[in-house]
C-alpha cells in the first residue's frame, strides 16, 4: 500500500510506526472473512480493510469524524485478522494508534464520556469487590442486562502453604477476577502447588492496564504497566521467580506487549523485556507435567467444549498447546464451529456494543450446542463470564476443572 503522510505525522513515531505497518497490507480482503463484525454487519468499513483505510485517512490528512470513530470503537481487537493475514499486517498496533489520533481529534459526547470515564475508575476501584460481592448476594433481584454482568459467586477454598517450594513463580494480582471469579485464582495456585510451584502476588501490583489502555486512557494504562514492572523487578532482577504466570488470557495478551509500549521510555525499556520474557500463561506452565498431573487426577468422562479465547489463539498462538494439554489431562473434547471467531465479550465491549456483542455471543453458543458439552472450558474470564451469561451448561476455566478433579481424586 503507497501512503503520502501529512506533514504534522511524518516525523512522528506514531506516524512512522502507522505507515510501516499500513505499507504491509496489499488489499487481499482475506481479514474480512474471518472479522466478527464484518460476519455480523456486512459493512466494509466495519472490517479490518476498510479500518485499515480509514485510518491512512486521517494519517494522509483526512479529518476524521464521529462516524470513523464509530468504525474504530466496533472493533473488537480480537486480532483474528491478523492470524488471517498472509503479509503480516499488525493490525492490532495500528487500530490502537488509529484510535489514539481519532480520539485526539473527535470530542466523544458528554454520555460517552461518563460511560468510559465509570467503567474506568469503576473495575479499577477498592469499592468493586464490595460491590461484586452485594451485586451477588442480590443477583435474583437484578435486571436481566445487570444480571448478566454479575456471576455466580464461586468459593475461593483453601490455600495451601506455597512457601516450602523451591520453584517460585508470580501472579497477576488483577482488577476484577479476583472479585468476580476468585476461585480461578486459588485453583491456580493449587494446581501449581500440585506440581510442586509456589504462586504468590508481589505487593504493590494491579491490573494489567488493558482497561484504561483500551478506553482512551493510554497514560493511566501506560502508569499501570510501571507499577507491575516496579511490582515485579525486586524478585525478577534477584531470580527468585522463574515466571510470571497468567491466568486471564486477556491480561497475559496485555502484559506479552509492555516491551512495546514502554519500548520508548528509558527508564522501563530494558525491564519490560525482560519482564516480558518471562511471562507465561498457566498452561505453558502445566504442560511439561500433565503426564505427571494426570496420575493424580480422578477420572473425568464429561463431554467437554473448549473456547479459545481471542487473546489466547490470535494474540499469543497458544491454542495448539492449551488443547494438547487438555487432551493428556484427559479431557474429551469435543469439536465445533468456528472456534476462530470471538465470542463478543472483549473486555468493556459486551457493555460498550452489547448488540454486537450478544449476537457474537449468541453464535458461538449455537455451535457450541451443536457439540452437546456437559460443560464448556475456557482460558479468560471475560469470555466464561459472558458466555455463561446465555447458556446453562456451566462454563469453567480449565483449570478449576483440574483443580476438582485433583481435589476429588
Known sequence: ???????????????????????????????SATCPTYQVLGDELDSPRGRIYLIKQVFEGGEPTAATQRHLDRCLTCRNCETTCPSGVQYGHLVDIGRKVVAERVPRSLGQRLQRFMLRKGLNSP????????????????????????????AAGALPDVSRHERQVLMLAGCVQPAMMPAIDAATIRVLDAIGIGARVAPGGGCCGAINFHLDAQDEALAQMRANVDAWWPLVERGQVEAIVMNASGCGAMVKEYAHHLRADPAYAERAARIVALVKDVAEIVAPEAGRLKGRMRAWEARTAFHPPCTLQHWQGLRPLSEKLLDDLGFALQPFAETHLCCGSAGAYSVLEPDLSLSLRNRKLSNLDEARPDVIVSSNMGCIGHLQSGTQVPVRHWIEVVDERLLGA
Not at 3 to 18: I, M, P
Open 1 to 31: 500500500m503507497q501512503t503520502h503522510l501529512a506533514s504534522w505525522a511524518q516525523d512522528t513515531e506514531l506516524g512512522k510506526e502507522a505507515d510501516a505497518i499500513l505499507r504491509r497490507c496489499v488489499h487481499c480482503g482475506f481479514c
Open 127 to 154: 469499592w468493586f469487590a464490595p460491590a461484586m460481592r452485594l451485586g451477588q448476594s442480590l443477583r435474583g433481584l437484578l435486571p436481566p442486562a445487570i444480571r448478566r454482568k454479575v456471576p455466580v459467586r464461586r
